[in-house]
């Protein structure tokens, strides 16, 4: 996708092949700005604060995460020690124990002589195969768009919520893929951008990625998507997910699952977008069993944003000593999701939908 006219990805390694360079998702969209990554502790850090964020960026961080562990200490202590750091970082999303996992089990291989550059070529063809992958969602998706617009003849007008674009993984995204697809195309399309309480991940980040690649969108309270189905102007919505059960419940960012119900009392499809490494075969209730992080208080109470100065500054916004919960994360129902768009094809969000798709995964 683009900055500034430029094909960019959101991560990449340094000049000197060795360190990983992100795009710091938290002064986006004000300031475009890269961070060093030169540690695992330096990866670690870059998920746990949400300089890197969305599920397969954080599998793919977390892969090159080992590899500059391997750099300081290619031992199984070492190995261990980084795996363990790493995985501690976000609870949610499926996809950093995934990258993990697969990190760990090729380095463990008998006939693997040099950890350092066996790290760093698996998370490389991870990186590329998050590329391709989210390319194969967004040519999926895309027919759906294009459906929509063929039955109507108008423009396709989009919900969608939080930030599940390309900024949330390697290059295109999940949820936004098909949109980027459709537009690429020539399908007439906006996107209803919800603001994404409380950090604003669409207002800032989709925002700033559709802006960037020419797409219509507009921002609106999170509140606004229901009063906006009830009105006929959503024809579909497509979210993200950090992680879905073998049943097909959808985890997404806090906020979703109000969105699956205004779209089921309104007759609007509800789609989630989401790599085969989203699925967690694991689980089978995912309000029981999908573990929702609780992030700090003072994501709720306060927000940052520019002055008329052009600083970034941040402001309490709550009444001072009231306290906060922070839930990120909630989980949408099997039953309110018309279907899961994945780099297979579109699933029925179900056990059996599902393991059509991927029986290799789900017999597992």
């Known amino acids: 996708m683009n900055v500034d ?12 092949g060795l360190s990983v360079e992100v795009l710091d998702q938290t002064r986006l969209p004000h300031t475009v700005a890269w961070r060093r990554l030169e540690t695992v502790e330096d990866a670690a850090v870059a998920i746990r604060t949400m300089v890197v964020r969305g599920a397969p960026l954080i599998g793919v961080t977390a892969a090159y995460g080992v590899a500059l562990a ?8 070492g190995l261990s020690r980084a795996v363990a750091a790493l995985a501690a970082t976000r609870p949610t999303a499926v996809n950093l124990r995934w990258a993990l996992d697969r990190m760990a089990a090729a380095l463990r291989r008998p006939d693997v002589n040099d950890r350092v550059a066996a790290a760093y070529r698996l998370a490389g063809a991870m990186a590329e195969e998050d590329v391709e992958t ?6 999926h998706g895309a027919a ?10 108008r423009t396709v007008n989009v919900l969608t919520h939080c930030n599940a674009g390309w900024l949330a993984a390697v290059d295109w995204g999940t949820a936004l893929a098909p949109v980027y697809a459709a537009h690429e195309a020539g399908v007439p399309i906006h996107v209803w951008v919800d603001e994404t309480r409380p950090r604003n991940q669409g207002a800032a980040l989709t925002a700033f990625e559709l802006g960037q690649h020419g797409v219509p ?9 229901g009063h906006l189905m009830q009105h006929g102007r959503v024809d579909l919505c497509i979210v993200g997910s950090d992680r879905t ?3 097909g419940d959808v985890a997404n960012k806090i906020g979703t699952y109000l969105k699956a119900l205004a779209a089921r009392d309104n007759g609007v499809p509800f789609y989630a977008a989401l790599p085969a490494s989203t699925i967690d075969w694991t689980l089978q209730d995912g309000v029981a069993e ?4 609780e992030r700090g208080a003072e994501e709720v109470t306060h927000m940052t944003g520019r002055s008329a100065a052009g600083d970034l500054v941040t402001v309490q ?6 306290p906060a919960a922070n839930p990120a994360f909630d989980v949408t129902p099997a039953r309110l999701v018309t279907g899961i768009i994945t780099e297979r094809g579109i699933a029925a969000a179900s056990r059996d939908g599902l393991a059509e798709l991927f029986p290799d995964e789900a017999g597992r």
């Open 5 to 16: 006219g430029v094909p960019t990805r959101t991560i990449r390694l340094g000049q000197d």
């Open 70 to 77: 391997m750099r300081e200490d290619a031992s199984e202590e």
């Open 134 to 139: 989210c390319r194969a969602i967004g040519r």
């Open 144 to 153: 759906l768009i294009r459906a929509a617009h063929d039955r109507t003849g």
């Open 217 to 225: 969108h507009t921002i609106v309270a999170d509140n606004a998507g």
């Open 245 to 247: 059960t073998a049943t």
């Open 290 to 293: 999908i573990p929702i992080e």
């Open 317 to 322: 916004v709550s009444a001072p000593g009231s």
